[in-house]
Structure formats: structure tokens, C-alpha cells
């Protein structure tokens, strides 16, 4: 199965796991003790707060791998930052646990190398192509299911940069 298959199939399962399971399993005080969550971005010399939308990891089988998906969204204004980041092979036990690797995952769309790190940068209503993006997680507590990290996109047509901190974000965890 290629990345770019397996990318959308996660996509697809993301989106029916939200729909079904997330509407049956939400408990809002899982995400109460948030007060502590930051994130930030910084472009064009100037750094900017930005509010969290979202923060959910998932968890996707297949018979020959399964994975977790964490999705973090952030915005500001007219400003939307969206990470995507999918985690493993994992065999099936591996897949209970609310934690990550800490490691960098990172996307290249020249290069074609792909270890599932993916930042969209969203504009005025329009979210521009990634040409390469990395997204580092530096920390996860698993009682608080928090995490924190660093990001960096570069985008195409218009060349755009940014890069930023999430420090102590929560995230909904759906089994």
C-alpha cells in the first residue's frame, strides 16, 4: 500500500472515527485541566499566540499496520495552522497506549520523504501547499494527556515560512 493511499485511508478513518466514535465517547473533563496549553507561531519576524481549536489522537488498524494519528488545530484571525502527524507501524497491543515517539516527523514533497509529519498553513481562507514541514514532540505526559513540541512549514506558491512552539497542549484521546 503507498504513503499517499495509506495517508488518505487515515484520513478517511479520522474523519468516520469523528463522526461516530467521538460523538459517543466525548467527556469534556478530560480536557479540563488545559489551562497551562500554549501555542505560537512566528512568520515575517513576528510571533504570534494562537488559540486551539483541537488536539485529538486516534488510532487506526489494518491487518498489516496500524498507527496512531494525532491532529492538532490552532488559529488566529485569519491565520489557521493544522499538524498531522501519524506514528508507528505499531502491533495491535501497542496501539492502547496515549503516548508518541519523541522524535521529528517530517514531510518533503521534492524529496518524497515522508515520516508523517504534516503542517498546513491556512491564509484568508486559503491553505497553501506544503512543500516540506517537520513537527518535533519533545514531551508527552500520558496522565495528562499533554503534549508539546516545536513545528516548521515551508509553503509553495506563495513561498511562506513559519515555525512555532505547542507547550503542554491536551488532547482527546478516542480508542
Not at 505526559?141 to 512552539?165: C, H, K, L, S
Request: proline share 2%; glycine share 4%; with cysteine.
Amino acid at each position: 500500500m503507498s504513503k499517499h493511499l495509506l495517508t488518505r485511508s487515515a484520513a478517511v478513518c479520522c474523519a468516520l472515527l469523528l463522526l461516530s466514535a467521538a460523538c459517543q465517547k466525548y467527556n469534556p473533563a478530560e480536557l479540563v485541566n488545559c489551562e497551562k496549553a500554549a501555542m505560537n507561531v512566528h512568520m515575517n519576524g513576528q510571533s504570534t499566540s494562537l488559540k486551539i481549536k483541537s488536539s485529538t489522537l486516534l488510532r487506526t488498524e489494518s491487518l498489516s499496520r496500524s498507527f496512531k494519528l494525532l491532529s492538532l488545530e490552532a488559529y488566529i484571525d485569519t491565520m489557521k495552522v493544522v499538524m498531522n502527524i501519524a506514528d508507528g507501524p505499531y502491533p495491535t497491543a501497542g496501539l492502547a497506549n496515549d503516548s508518541l515517539q519523541l522524535k521529528t516527523y517530517s514531510y518533503s514533497r521534492k524529496a518524497g520523504a515522508d515520516t508523517s509529519g504534516r503542517v498546513v498553513l491556512g491564509i484568508k481562507d486559503r491553505f497553501y501547499v506544503t512543500d516540506s514541514a517537520a513537527v518535533t514532540i519533545t514531551e508527552v505526559d500520558v496522565a495528562a494527556r499533554t503534549i508539546t513540541g516545536t513545528y516548521y512549514i515551508q509553503t509553495v506558491n506563495p513561498v511562506r515560512e513559519a515555525n512555532g512552539a505547542f507547550t503542554k497542549v491536551c488532547y482527546l484521546s478516542i480508542k
